[in-house]
């Protein structure tokens, strides 16, 4: 015990622990051992940290000038960028994710704050052209109030400022709630955000599991609005949650994303990309490209190059700078790979590599690149999401055919083609049923660019100029410019 780091929760400006002291470990994915200790919320630390949030609103936070909070978020910036290192590491240290990958990403998210700290003096109410005399009628965008912002453990400095820099930029405050699996990082985070001095209660974090803590969250009656990043079954319950507070929800989820490849394709562009779809991040990604179509004729040697490429994937400890795929966050993830890919091979999939438990450590989560051929996808690898390494891949002869089987899934976040055909490029995007499709390229993110789904894999966009106002209500707002006084008080019209 006495090695553990030993995290607080930072509620109304002030590190705490939970009332009731209680207390959860967070493990090192790379050897399954527990490296840091964390408060575990409960209902009344969820309520403190609400009741500072909603003080926080209205309090100075949603009256400052937008150029005043954007200081702020261009501070947390700077704080991003001169710590990435640091951050970078705590977070490959609680999630097993590569650290070249954690570092850069903690450097470039700064640009996210750094985008909404712009917008924030530029989001205009209109005059409206109303259709009565003597009355100027005007609306206005007004910030909502306390924000719950809920993240899971993938990914957590891209999804949570795509929550707070708007949410903050347009004058609500935030309780963020990481996710029991990797809750170091918000920490971190937290203790940069106190040393831009914003004012306290503006921004609060908590540790804790689902349940209470979560629900706590998303059922208080002073949450106006809850940003949710996770899995669909979690947003089911979210959405239920949801039901007492009557708060705005937005969900990004899960997906089953699907690549294409027709043989007019640059070969040697579609396999960099179908590998940094899937075996990036150790397919750890929602965005995972992890329903694989070749056409027919490129089928045989194309999927050849993809499974000695896959072989050389070097799987090791995610601190390595030479490691390409580090170890699974947790074990239940492992279990339900398996799970799969057994029923799979039971229903006639064919293993092409991977497929067991490497052999790297017999403590960490490591499952290394896996290639299925699926006859059809409906097959159990094929069709869920297993947020690891395992692509499966299917045969397809004509656009249209490929269209359809693309668009046969329940999720619809993301998906990918390859060609050398701009029209075809052009004609399947459109046709695909997802928030995000990547044309001859894959796994890009910018603050410029919305990002979220269709179908099961929720609704809401985050990142982009149109998401800043979901962290805003529409204010309308009546003059009467008449010199005269009103007449008949009992018709309205
Ligand atoms: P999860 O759904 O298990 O947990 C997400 C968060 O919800 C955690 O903080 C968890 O504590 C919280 N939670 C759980 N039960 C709750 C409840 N009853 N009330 C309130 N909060 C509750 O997800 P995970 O395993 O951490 O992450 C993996 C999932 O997230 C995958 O499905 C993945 O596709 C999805 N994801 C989606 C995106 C996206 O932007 N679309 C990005 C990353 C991850």
Redesign the pocket.
């Known amino acids: 015990m006495a090695n553990l780091k030993e995290y607080k929760m930072y509620i109304n400006g002030s590190w705490v622990d939970a009332e009731n002291k209680k207390t959860f470990k967070s493990l090192n994915p790379e050897n399954n051992e527990p490296w840091a200790m964390v408060p575990e919320a409960s209902a009344k630390d969820v309520d403190k940290a609400v009741e500072s949030a909603q003080k926080a609103f209205h309090g100075e936070w949603s009256k400052l000038f937008p150029k005043k909070r954007a200081d702020y978020l261009r501070a947390i910036a700077d704080q991003l960028r001169k710590n990435s290192e640091m951050l970078g590491k705590i977070e490959t240290i609680d999630t097993g994710k590569l650290f070249r990958e954690t570092k850069t990403q903690a450097n470039y998210i700064a640009e996210y704050y750094d985008y909404f700290a712009g917008l924030a003096d530029k989001v205009e109410g209109t005059v409206l052209p109303i259709d009565k005399p003597d009355m100027q009628v005007i609306t206005t965008r007004e910030p909502i109030g306390v924000i719950a912002a809920?993240?899971?453990?993938?990914?957590q400095m891209f999804?949570t400022a795509v929550k707070l820099a708007p949410a903050l930029a347009m004058g609500n405050t935030v309780v963020i709630?990481?996710?029991?699996?990797a809750p170091a990082t918000m920490f971190e985070f937290a203790k940069l955000i106190e040393k831009t001095g914003i004012p306290k209660g503006v921004v609060n974090v908590i540790s804790?599991?689902?349940?209470p803590?979560?629900?706590a969250?998303?059922t208080h009656d002073q949450v106006e609005r809850i940003s949710?990043?996770?899995?669909?079954?979690?947003?089911r319950?979210?959405i239920r949650?949801s039901a007492e507070n009557l708060s705005q929800v937005s969900l990004?989820?899960?997906?089953k994303s699907p690549v294409a490849v027709f043989e007019d394709s640059d070969q040697e562009n579609a396999l960099n990309g179908i590998i940094a779809g899937i075996f990036g991040a150790s397919g750890q990604?929602?965005?995972a490209g992890s329903r694989l179509y070749l056409q027919k004729n490129i089928y045989d040697n194309f999927l050849d190059k993809l499974v000695v490429r896959a072989n050389k994937i070097k799987l090791g400890s995610p601190m390595n700078p030479d490691t390409q795929m580090g170890p699974l966050n947790n074990l239940k993830q492992l279990e339900v790979i398996e799970k799969n890919i057994k029923l799979t091979l039971e229903q006639g999939g064919k293993l092409r590599c991977g497929g067991k438990r490497h052999a790297l450590s017999n403590k960490g989560y490591y499952f290394p690149a896996t290639i299925i051929e699926c006859d059809n996808h409906n097959l159990p690898v094929a069709e869920n999401?297993l947020?690891g390494p395992v692509l499966s891949v299917m045969k397809f002869d004509t656009e249209e055919e490929v269209i359809n089987k693309m668009n046969d899934n329940q999720y619809g976040?993301s998906s990918g083609i390859y060609t050398k055909d701009l029209g075809r490029g052009i004609r399947v995007s459109k046709a695909i049923r997802a928030g995000i499709t990547f044309v001859n390229t894959y796994r890009l993110i910018s603050p410029s660019a919305p990002?979220?789904?269709m179908k099961d894999?929720?609704y809401g966009k985050?990142a982009g100029l149109e998401s800043i106002k979901d962290y805003t209500r529409v204010k309308t707002t009546w003059f009467n410019t008449s010199k005269k006084p009103m007449t008949d008080p009992f018709t309205m019209g």
Do not use: V
Not at 150 to 155: G, L, R
């Open positions: 809920i993240i899971p453990w993938n990914s999804l709630k990481s996710s029991e699996l804790g599991y689902g349940d803590c979560g629900k969250l998303t949710f990043t996770g899995g669909p079954e979690t947003a319950h979210i949650n990004e989820l899960g997906g990604s929602c965005i999401e947020f976040l990002f979220g789904g894999s929720g985050e």
